[in-house]
DNA sequence: AGACATCTAATGCCAACGCATTTAATGAAG
DNA sequence: CTTCATTAAATGCGTTGGCATTAGATGTCT
């Protein structure tokens, strides 16, 4: 194993611990206030807007599960807890009766409304912006340090 | 609302959008490898790292729930579930016996040692290459052309 | 038409997490 | 020495998520 090797590795090593912070920070805060002011999760906050920004306003539950990032089966109960909670409305889908589609109601495209300005607003508080790129070559091992 | 501002906010949701997808990609490859080959999560493989990497190989409970990005229920249940496995022991802070020093066993340090190739590799794999930064500053709107 | 592989969504089951609470130890103040 | 606020870890409880399975619909092939 190289020198450069063991830095390639730091390297990657390190992205993925900055992401994980990263993912942490800023999903504890979104989960946080998203449901101090709105009573949702981001699950919940990730679909609406899906649904909302889909292009026809409704969506099949697969596209759901894209947006959300979920496996099929939170897909389909986060679809329950929204339409229990009068924010979506589950329709069959007459070409294809296994599946169904997902729409927005009016409470869930007003609750939708009113979130994104917290979703935002705590994204731009807590979402560090990209580092101007370390003027540092890949492959080698800058200066290990330490940190944290 | 300026045409800036809109290009801002875009890309800030943006990059939460595609750290969200990547997080997705990453942690569930790494769950499904690490389960499969060594029987252990991503969490439990965070912090086995973090007390193998840990200057004196022992932590306390509140350095553990960092390194594995965890409330401190959650890791102190992680740790539980390592003891169980034999994979850390718990030995009492004389110091404060309110704390607890977590500590690898043989067997602990083993596992991460085999487990650590594993990681890599698919943090190699599937962790893409950061961008090599557009030219664009970041609080004004460069070129908002298209979006998606 | 009938049998069969495939696909969709829902559900049983269980693991893991966070919040709130509890238990125990510490340290500061009266 | 006796309170009382603070801190560390454990635990009860409810929620959410994934895997595996099930039920129903579709299309294909014979």
Redesign the pocket.
């Known amino acids: 194993m190289s020198v450069s090797d063991v830095g390639a590795e730091r390297a990657l090593v390190d992205r993925w611990q900055r992401l994980l912070a990263c993912h942490a920070a800023v999903w504890g805060a979104l989960e ?1 206030e998203l449901q101090n002011r709105h009573g949702i ?1 981001v ?1 919940e906050f990730e679909a609406l807007e899906g649904l909302a920004t889909c292009d026809h306003e409704k969506c ?3 596209e759901l599960a894209d947006a959300a990032h ?5 897909t ?6 929204l339409e229990r909670a009068g924010l979506v409305q ?1 329709a069959m889908c007459d070409m ?5 589609f997902v729409l927005l109601t009016e409470k869930g495209r007003r609750l939708y409304e009113e979130a994104r300005p917290t979703h935002r607003e705590v994204l731009a508080e807590v979402l560090p912006e990209p580092e101007p790129a370390k003027a540092s070559a890949p492959t080698s091992a800058p200066t290990p340090a330490n940190g944290r």
């Not at 389909?76 to 807890?81: D, F, G, H, N």
């Not at 294809?96 to 169904?100: A, E, F, M, S, V």
């Open positions: 946080r999760g699950s099949r539950a697969a979920l496996s099929q089966s939170a389909s109960r986060l679809t329950a807890r589950r294809d009766r296994r599946g169904i």
